[in-house]
């Protein structure tokens, strides 16, 4: 089994080692020109942005190739949107003449910080629930169980989740504060290589995700986003050491 993922904070990577597998990074997939993939289960796991895929994962399935008897995409997420990611994913494999077989979803810690504080979904989101939902979902795959999740999507809005990905973006913006220590994690954690130190202070590309990886994987608290509800709260997965997501993510 392989299992194709993408990780900012560590969530997707602690449900992609939890199922087992084989794992592959999406973003070091990309920067070593991999996309033929063939085995007898292949999952995508991916966290919710805007109510779709990240950009880097639907662009990446979009070009690459999969052999496979048993196909299944599992999406973290915070609060709501996963069901119009699924729709999404799942068109665009249909074009490849493939069935997804299986689709589900982890709930935890939202880490967008203009809508959520770190600090109260640190405190709401149970450890237990979210290694149980795993559980489920690991034992489902090994049984091959055929299964959609099935939830109200966010709008019947048509489109909705390109409407929000433009409004986000156009709305939210990273902000480069002082007290860089030149530590280069943000660069080396960027999935598309979109920090530039070569003038002693970061500076943010125009190819960006807006993943957040590099705001809260700051040492210096350097970054912040306009509208954000804590600025002094930050979020990676405990389970997951910082240098795990820098290897997974590192394209430079």
Known sequence: MKILYFTSTGNNLYIAKNLGGELLSIPQLI???IYAFEDDAIGIIFPVFYANAPKIVREFIEKATFKTEYLFLIASYGSDGDQNAFRILKKAFKKKGLEVNYTNSVL???NF???FDMKAEKEIKNQ???DNQIETIRNDIESRKEFHLKKRSISD???IERVLEEAMTKR??????EGCSDCKVCARICPKGNVDLSGGKPVIGDDCLFCLGCVHHCKENVFTINGEKNSQERYSNSHIKVSEIIKSNNVL
């Open 31 to 33: 920067k070593e020109g």
């Open 157 to 159: 809005i048509p489109y």
């Open 113 to 115: 910080l203009p809508m």
């Open 128 to 130: 237990a629930e979210i």
């Open 108 to 110: 935890m810690v939202d």
């Open 172 to 177: 939210f913006h990273i902000i480069v504060g």
